[in-house]
């Protein structure tokens, strides 16, 4: 049984988060740590045990991984794929969101191809229990024919949306959007490392005619199901014969031909985690078994956000794929109104301060 060697470059919470993670499997061995500040490393390193440290990416890359894993901020993408691809590794895993713009989305896809080198992007959320029960429900046909998909989230988009868009498409089968249109309001968070807009909304039309929906941010609807603001997310699929929806952070609810079911289920970093280190372990050793948060699947979730912020900025519909790269986020910053966001939660002002 081959034992894969690997490194995490960041060791932010995400980073402790996927070290932690691959430590405890034994399908691999943490070979290296790495973050800028000396002081959160030292402070891993204490919890991970026996493992090397560096301040310097470069110097991880060195030693020649089985895996390369980097959880950054979400600018900073494409130099420490370039780093991951000359370390020889044959796989990297990274943190969502893909990329802040298409343009990046495209050269890493592009590298990624033509390095033939597998990848990864943590959406992760799928293996709670909520979410596993919501789509086997969906896939078993207890809905009837699925024609409407759905995700809102009361945290702002580079945080959530990429997450919506992810699980909507995995109860829709991965079908491909063919065209999206959206709006969006509020400047604060263009300022933020998460660079979004304070609120987007939109819909995205699938391959297959189902709708999907997206409400992100500050204007959409609140979840009172769910007490914690951040895990106010409900995401879930109508059908000819019903509806199943998740809740972040509390459960799942469904309403089939069987009658109204419901069960438990939170967002558990430590639960989601291991299941999506092991699944990295199973995709080497087999090329037949991808793995559920392949890359491939990821950059077209990119793609539809690319296109909620084009249709922000162009006006109108946005076709995809995708066939030139753009910086969204300028796009926004040109175009997003100067006014205020309104917001559905009082709750909500602690996070959207800003007028932008
Ligand atoms: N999948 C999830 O459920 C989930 C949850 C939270 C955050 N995230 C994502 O994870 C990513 C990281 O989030 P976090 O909360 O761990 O962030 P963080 O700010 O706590 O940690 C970031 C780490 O990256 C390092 N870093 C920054 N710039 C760097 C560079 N240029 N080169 C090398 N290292 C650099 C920092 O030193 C730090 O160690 C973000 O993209 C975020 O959106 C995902």
């Known amino acids: 049984m081959t034992r894969y060697r690997v490194v995490v470059v960041g060791m932010g919470r995400r980073g402790v988060h996927h070290a932690t993670a691959f430590a405890a499997n034994p399908r691999f061995e943490l070979a290296g740590i790495g973050s800028r500040d000396r002081q959160r490393l030292d402070a891993a390193a204490a ?39 000359g370390s020889g590794a044959k796989l990297i895993a990274f943190e969502k969101p893909v990329a802040m713009t298409s343009a990046e989305g495209m050269a890493i896809k592009q590298a990624l191809d033509r390095a033939g080198v597998k990848a990864v992007v943590s959406h992760q959320h799928r293996y709670g229990e909520h979410y ?23 945290g702002w988009a580079a945080h959530m949306l990429s997450h919506l868009v992810d699980y909507t498409s995995w109860f829709n089968g991965y079908e491909p959007a063919e065209w999206v249109m959206g709006q969006a309001a509020g400047r604060g968070k263009l300022g933020d490392g998460h660079t979004s807009p304070d609120y987007v909304a939109g819909v995205v ?16 609807p609140d979840v009172a199901e769910v007490p914690y603001w951040w895990r106010k997310c409900r995401i879930g699929a109508h059908g000819t014969d019903g ?12 309403v089939t031909r069987d009658g109204v079911q419901s069960g438990p289920g939170g967002m558990d970093y430590d639960h989601d985690m291991a299941p999506y280190v092991q699944q990295m372990a ?75």
Not at 134 to 147: M, N, P, S, T, Y
């Open 243 to 254: 509806y199943a929806e998740v809740h972040t952070g509390s459960g799942w609810r469904a």
């Open 205 to 220: 039309h699938f391959r297959n005619g189902v709708r999907g929906t997206y409400d992100c941010g500050a204007g959409a």
């Open 47 to 85: 919890k991970l045990g026996n493992v090397k440290t560096s301040t310097d990416a470069s110097a991880l890359a060195a030693m020649k991984p089985d895996v390369f894993c980097f959880c950054t901020p979400p600018n900073v993408r494409l130099p420490l794929i370039e780093l991951g691809i």
């Open 282 to 356: 199973d995709w080497l050793d087999d090329d037949r078994k991808p793995h559920p948060a392949r890359f491939e699947r990821a950059y077209h979730g990119l793609e539809i956000v690319s296109a909620l912020y084009r249709s922000v900025a162009e006006g109108g519909q946005v076709a995809l794929p995708l066939t030139s790269g753009l910086d969204e986020i300028d796009a926004l910053k040109a175009k997003v109104p100067r006014r205020r966001v309104l917001m559905t939660l009082a709750e909500s002002g602690k996070e959207y301060k800003e007028e932008g």
């Open 132 to 154: 596993k029960k919501v789509q086997e429900l969906i896939a078993g046909g207890a809905i009837g024919k699925v024609h409407t998909v759905y995700g809102t989230a009361t």
